[in-house]
């Protein structure tokens, strides 16, 4: 299976700072199957970004996602309050679809 | 709007079953694959199973194969999770996810709010 690993497991920023989120596959993603997902504390998962760069409906354009094949990256561009939160990757290109163990994006 | 409505968790001991159950609404129910999800408390996500739009085809995590059986019923927009044998590392909140494709080869569009099982002595 496909191990995704994030980094870092902590990232601590500052409302209006740049956050950028790695997300890295153990082998290559095929066609770019890489989604993003964001969890607030007692919420379910809600998608951000699927086919690695494409914005899901009524996420704000400050969220972008780029990379393909092993190496991928989620950019906030300018952190609102509400952005801070749990985000995770997930590959859906190889079976069994897997999640990255979390990136933690905490307020400083 | 899309809404899953999970329900059926709760305290159950080890060994014994339990049956979760996700009530779809707002969408064509039988065009679209669903998975189940879990997370253990402070945990990551977990990817349990899923089934096919027409429930022809299932396919399980090897931690719940032979224990876990997914089905849908599409004349009731129902999902379920039949869990026998359950452990204790079994504990986790349970979420349906809808796929966006109908052979769950695409990315999760749709998640219930879960539902939370314990399995403890």
């Known amino acids: 299976e496909i191990v995704l690993t994030q980094s870092p497991g902590t990232l601590s920023l500052s409302p209006g700072e740049r956050a950028t989120l790695s997300c890295r596959a153990s082998?290559?993603?095929?066609?770019?199957?890489l989604a993003w997902f964001q969890q607030k504390p007692g919420q379910a998962p809600r998608l951000l970004m699927y086919g690695a760069s494409n914005r899901a409906t009524g996420i704000p354009d400050r969220f972008s996602g780029s990379g393909s094949g092993t190496d991928f990256t989620l950019t906030i561009s300018r952190l609102e309050p509400e952005d801070f939160a749990v985000y995770y990757c997930q590959q859906y290109g190889g079976s069994p679809q897997t999640f990255g163990q979390g990136t933690k994006l905490e307020i400083k | 709007q899309v809404q899953l409505v999970e329900s059926g968790g709760g305290v159950v001991q080890p060994g014994k079953s339990l049956r979760l159950s996700c009530a779809a609404s707002g969408f064509s129910f039988s065009t679209y694959a669903i998975h189940w999800v879990r997370q253990a408390p402070g945990k990551g996500l977990e990817w349990v199973a899923v089934?096919?739009?027409?429930?022809?085809?299932?396919y399980y995590a090897d931690s719940v194969k032979g224990r876990f059986t997914i089905s849908r019923d599409n004349s009731k927009n129902t999902l379920y999770l039949q869990m026998n044998s359950l452990r204790v590392e079994d504990t986790a909140v349970y979420y349906c996810a809808r796929d966006n494709f109908w052979n769950g080869y695409g990315y999760f569009d749709y998640w219930g709010q879960g539902t939370l099982v314990t399995v403890s002595s």
């Open positions: 082998q290559s993603v095929g066609s770019s199957y």
């Open positions: 089934v096919w739009h027409d429930g022809s085809n299932r």
